[in-house]
């Protein structure tokens, strides 16, 4: 068996000390602009806020409360609230919160073309199909 070189051990450290990073990362970043740019988003008027320790702080309700909005949901187990009725600045300022890590507005998208010709058969039509495949 051969000694593990220093070099190995220092290399092995320093990849496990950088997976260890608390700079949050959004790779999807680039893709939300395509979208928003396509005309394809639209925005809810409400704001997704996470929470940096996936906790929701005790004192959020009233914070947004403060800033003229209200808490929509509030997901504690995975730390995120949607809050409704802020204005943008109101928004961003939940930012400044202690324990938030990101505020994002919420948007519907469509993600299909709507389907407009859809043909339909009645239920009289399907059970005499299934009882008779060759007449069908």
Do not use: H
């Amino acid at each position: 068996m051969k000694p593990v070189k220093f070099t190995t051990m220092l290399l092995l450290g320093a990849v496990s000390l950088s997976a260890c990073t608390d700079q949050v990362t959004n790779p999807i970043e680039p893709a939300m602009r395509s979208m928003s740019e396509s005309g394809e988003v639209q925005a809810t008027g409400k704001y997704i806020v996470m929470f940096g320790n996936q906790r929701i702080a005790k004192s959020f309700a009233g914070d947004v409360a403060k800033l003229g909005g209200t808490v929509d949901a509030s997901y504690d187990a995975i730390g995120v609230a949607v809050v409704a009725g802020l204005s943008d600045a109101a928004a961003a300022s939940l930012r400044s919160l202690n324990n938030v890590a990101n505020v994002e507005a919420d948007v519907v998208v469509q993600w299909l073309d709507p389907v407009t010709d859809l043909e339909t058969a009645s239920v009289e039509d399907v059970i005499q199909a299934t009882a008779n495949p060759a007449g069908a």
